[in-house]
T-cell receptor, first 113, second 111 residues
Framework: DVKVTQSSRYLVKRTGEKVFLECVQD?????MFWYRQDPGLGLRLIYF???????EKGDIPEGYSVSREKKERFSLILESASTNQTSMYLC????????????FGPGTRLTVT | QKEVEQNSGPLSVPEGAIASLNCTYS??????FFWYRQYSGKSPELIMS????GDKEDGRFTAQLNKASQYVSLLIRDSQPSDSATYLC???????????FGGGTRVLVKP
């Protein structure tokens, strides 16, 4: 079974703090993704990575950065957290096969106060 | 026009009936199609994938793909209250590694 884990289920941070969200997958997948999900707005792609040290912007990269130093680990960084970044953050991974089905982690509910 | 469109629902279905969910997509070159189930407060879970025209069955779930008409559907037979969730349609375009997700259809199965 594919397993994608995220460092925290719930996180509360203050405005202006630097926030690190970590994601680890154990299936040797090439591709990893960070999404946020908000009511009425669906899943929105923040960043993704198709290889170690490679990254591409998704639909809403502003205010975020990412790091992928090892194949199994993909980190999302909020440089200076703001209240509009309160959301559910979901990490996903997929293999390099043509089908590209994605498997999701359990999610991190981040609240910025 | 959104790239992947779903009716947001809620789709209310009596227990034991068939739930029918539809999804249309705009990129004619799309290759792979997926259905995810998401319970409230949880992450999406992959339940079906389909790559070629026709039907694919897995237990009580059947996915149907019609590339000429650019739609994919999901049937849930013998619906159970535990099937109450939001179902997300996802499509992989011809190029790239990303999936494009629809907004989801909320399904309510009433006992």
């Amino acid at each position: 079974d594919v397993k994608v884990t995220q460092s925290s289920r719930y996180l509360v941070k203050r405005t202006g703090e630097k926030v690190f969200l970590e994601c680890v997958q154990d299936m040797d997948h090439e591709n990893m993704f960070w999404y946020r999900q908000d009511p009425g707005l669906g899943l929105r792609l923040i960043y993704f990575s198709y290889d170690v040290k490679m990254k591409e912007k998704g639909d809403i990269p502003e205010g975020y950065s990412v790091s992928r130093e090892k194949k199994e680990r993909f980190s999302l960084i909020l440089e200076s957290a703001s209240t509009n970044q309160t959301s559910m953050y979901l990490c996903a991974s997929s293999s390099g096969t043509i089908q590209r089905e994605q498997y999701f982690g359990p999610g991190t509910r981040l609240t910025v106060t | 026009q959104k790239e992947v469109e779903q009716n947001s629902g809620p789709l209310s279905v009596p227990e034991g009936a068939i739930a029918s969910l539809n999804c249309t997509y705009s990129d004619r070159g799309s290759q792979s199609f997926f259905w995810y189930r998401q319970y409230s407060g949880k992450s999406p879970e992959l339940i079906m994938s389909i790559y070629s025209n026709g039907d694919k069955e897995d237990g009580r779930f059947t996915a149907q793909l019609n590339k000429a008409s650019q739609y994919v559907s999901l049937l849930i037979r013998d619906s159970q209250p535990s099937d109450s969730a939001t179902y997300l349609c996802a499509v992989k375009k011809a190029a790239g590694n990303k999936l494009t997700f629809g907004g989801g259809t909320r399904v309510l199965v009433k006992p």
